[in-house]
């Protein structure tokens, strides 16, 4: 059975960092695309960014390119994403997903505020 547990979210003042992981089980890890979504109150869940299982390639949306970077272990079974420079607009819900099956994890809460 497919499970997603995120972690690391929490309060952080603009302009500081988070680094929120994904720890998967229940399918091979290290064979599949993983992403990260966002929701914001009141705005509709967005891809946020991907990396492919083969290569490391990674992808963003235009509003966190150059600010996040994700990353994977695939001894650790493990996606990770590091938010620098955080902005008020990048509160939200956190989730992340592989791009083969339809499991949510219950997400993480990104609050950026001073």
């Known amino acids: 059975q497919v499970q997603l547990v995120e972690s690391g979210g929490g309060l952080v003042q603009p302009g500081g960092s988070l680094r929120l992981s994904c720890a998967a089980s229940?399918?091979?890890?290290?064979?599949?695309?993983m992403r990260w979504y966002r929701q914001g109150p009141g705005k509709e869940r967005e891809l946020v960014a991907t990396?492919?299982?083969?290569?490391?390639?990674?992808t963003y949306a235009d509003s966190v390119k150059g600010r996040f970077t994700i990353s994977r272990d695939n001894a650790k079974n493990t996606v990770y994403l590091q938010m620098d420079n955080l902005k008020p607009e990048d509160t939200a819900v956190y989730y992340c997903?592989?791009?083969?099956?339809?499991?949510w994890g219950q997400g993480t809460q990104v609050t950026v505020s001073s």
């Open positions: 990396i492919t299982s083969v290569g490391g390639i990674t």
């Open positions: 229940g399918f091979t890890f290290s064979s599949h695309v």
């Open positions: 997903k592989t791009l083969t099956f339809g499991t």
